[in-house]
């Protein structure tokens, strides 16, 4: 082949390439922003950073995906409704009693009842068995595509002295999660609520307006939450999941391919986030001990007393105020009374 016959292939094939459809240009990246109030360097984040990876790689770079840690882009409430709208946010994993108190469903809330729950094997069956697909039903019609479940875990009392009884718990202000379920819990104990967004607890702590909270050991510890307090009362009230979720507007604009990875196997993820939290459960714990806070391990009497003060009444003010969900708590309480 002589130089004149090279130029001319060459300049045939480049005139290809420019003015054909470009099919050897990679595809447009869809960008992900994914928003949630967990900390960095906690097993939450490190999953999420794994689900990063999964789908960049898995899609070959068509999707990018940005995460928000620890309440960047604001608080609970704040981020859901992004995500329900799908413009500054397309997905995130948030606590189930948020996501019902933002979105108002009030399924979600249900989860967070008082004394549902006794044992991790009934939070899961309930969750997988029973709730996965009502939930699923009651996003999309928020505007939310639902993908697996998430933990934040036990949540437990933590305090600026000694309690061991919802007598002693009167004498302090309680930092409150933003859901009703919650209001209601501290007011059946006689105890002032103070709700306050995630990012507005430490600050509040530090000048007076609460002198306590409630929430599992790996967030008190992770967010700062555990140095302004002194005792934290192993009280384990409440099982609070998260769930991870995507703006609907945002999951159908995407191929049917893409779809399918970002929402491929929730069960594993599910298992894989539980799993993280709970193995470091005690160690954390015994963290809290070295941090020279008082760790209180209530008498089982003790606990009945708790549980006395306000499972019956938050549970049937819920349910008077949601009776469209009274078959499905039964079906919750059927499953746990089985498993008992």
């Known amino acids: ?132 697909e009502p939930t699923q039903k009651a996003l999309e019609k928020k505007n939310v595509t639902f993908y697996s479940w998430s933990e934040n875990g036990w949540r437990n009392f933590a305090t600026k002295g000694k309690v061991t009884s919802p007598e002693e718990l009167k004498a302090y202000k309680m930092r409150c999660q933003e859901s009703s379920v919650h209001l209601n819990m501290y007011k059946a104990m006689g105890v002032q609520p103070v709700p306050k967004p995630v990012t507005e607890v430490v600050p509040s702590l530090n000048t007076g307006i609460v002198d306590g909270f409630d929430n599992t050991p790996l967030f008190s510890i992770a967010a700062g939450w555990i140095q302004p307090i002194s005792h934290y009362t192993l009280s384990r009230h409440i099982y609070q999941p998260a769930a991870v979720m995507f703006s609907k507007s945002f999951m159908d604009s995407l191929p049917k391919d893409l779809q399918d990875l970002i929402l491929d ?13 709970r193995a470091i459960e005690k160690d954390l714990i015994e963290t809290i001990k070295v941090f020279g806070k008082e760790v209180i391990e209530l008498t089982d009497e003790q606990h009945k007393e708790f549980r006395k003060a306000v499972r019956k009444e938050t549970h049937a003010a819920f349910l008077a105020d949601n009776p469209e969900l009274q078959d499905l708590y039964g079906q919750v309480k059927a499953k746990t009374k089985s498993m008992r």
């Open 1 to 132: 082949m002589n130089l004149k016959m090279m130029f001319t292939g060459l300049t045939a094939a480049t005139a290809l390439f420019l003015f054909t459809d470009r099919p050897l240009q990679a595809e447009s990246a869809y960008v992900m922003s994914f928003g949630t109030v967990a900390p960095d360097d906690t097993p939450w984040a490190d999953q999420l950073k794994n689900i990063k990876k999964k789908y960049e790689a898995q899609s070959n770079g068509r999707i990018k995906v940005k995460l928000f840690l620890g309440g960047s882009l604001g608080s609970e409430i704040e981020m859901i409704q992004d995500v329900q709208r799908g413009e500054r946010i397309q997905g995130g994993g948030f606590s189930t009693g948020a996501v019902g108190s933002a979105l108002e469903v009030p399924l979600l809330e249900m989860v967070e009842l008082p004394y549902l729950f006794k044992t991790n094997e009934e939070v899961d069956a309930v969750l997988d068995e029973i709730l996965y």
């Open 265 to 277: 196997d929730p069960k594993g993820e599910a298992d894989r986030g539980r799993s993280s939290v």
